[in-house]
């Protein structure tokens, strides 16, 4: 009896053991499970993203085995790259297919750094390059950041108050018609409010919250419905012509 528990036991071990064993050899060696396609979708710079790919040695490639494709490794090379906002992979074991999906950064802005580089800026307030043919063909639409010293100090100040400007004000940014940086680092912003173009002085990149808050109580009276020009420089005394 107890030999035949021993055996039983020793038999569902190798059992498992071989059923690991044959798994492991499927995923990883057999060609049963192989890269059937690899598909780019959300950019159209398909050469730019494989070039990245490769010189970062996680190239997925149809033949490939399909367990060794390191999906977090492809993520983290595409979201290294500045125009890039996001990546996501995915792995079908069915289909056997590899899909990158890709989402692009959107420019909002566009300016010239001190390299005498084109940049652009997002809603996020992040400074990229732009790199695929639909951000480059964006340029010319874009409102223009100039800055009298064009440090990356003051292009740094710029994307800290996008960052930093909230939500009920997004429209702010969305009607963006130009951002100005002066010597002393003040940003003025000229955008759209209710179809009438106004000039905010924000001063420095600070207390961007306070100042929110205190033009959206200014905006909210009748009397400032059709401004023209508003100092937040000093949120405790703003100043509205």
Request: charged residues 20%; without cysteine; hydrophobic residues 40%.
């Amino acid at each position: 009896m107890i030999k035949r528990k021993r055996f039983k036991r020793l038999s569902i071990t190798l059992s498992v053991t071989l059923l690991i064993a044959g798994s492991a050899y499927l995923l990883g060696w057999s060609s049963f499970l192989s890269v059937s396609s690899v598909s780019i979708q959300g950019s159209e710079a398909n050469l730019i993203i494989n070039s990245r790919l490769i010189q970062s040695g996680v190239q997925p490639q149809v033949g490939s085995k399909l367990a060794r494709v390191d999906i977090r490794a492809i993520k983290q090379s595409l979201t290294e790259l500045d125009w890039i906002a996001d990546a996501d992979i995915s792995r079908n074991w069915f289909s056997k297919q590899i899909k990158i999906d890709v989402i692009e950064r959107v420019a909002i802005a566009r300016s010239i750094s001190s390299q005498n580089t084109l940049i652009n800026f997002d809603s996020s307030g992040s400074i990229f390059t732009p790199t695929s043919a639909t951000q480059i063909a964006m340029q010319n639409k874009l409102p223009q950041v100039t800055t009298q010293s064009s440090t990356k100090a003051d292009l740094s100040s710029v994307a800290k108050l996008l960052n930093q400007i909230p939500a009920d004000l997004n429209y702010l940014v969305s009607e963006l018609e130009s951002i100005s940086v002066s010597k002393s680092g003040s940003i003025i912003m000229n955008t759209r409010i209710n179809a009438n173009l106004v000039r905010i002085s924000w001063g420095r990149a600070e207390e961007v919250g306070q100042k929110s808050t205190v033009l959206t109580a200014l905006l909210k009276l009748p009397e400032n419905q059709q401004i023209k020009q508003v100092d937040l420089s000093q949120p405790s005394s703003p100043i509205i012509s």
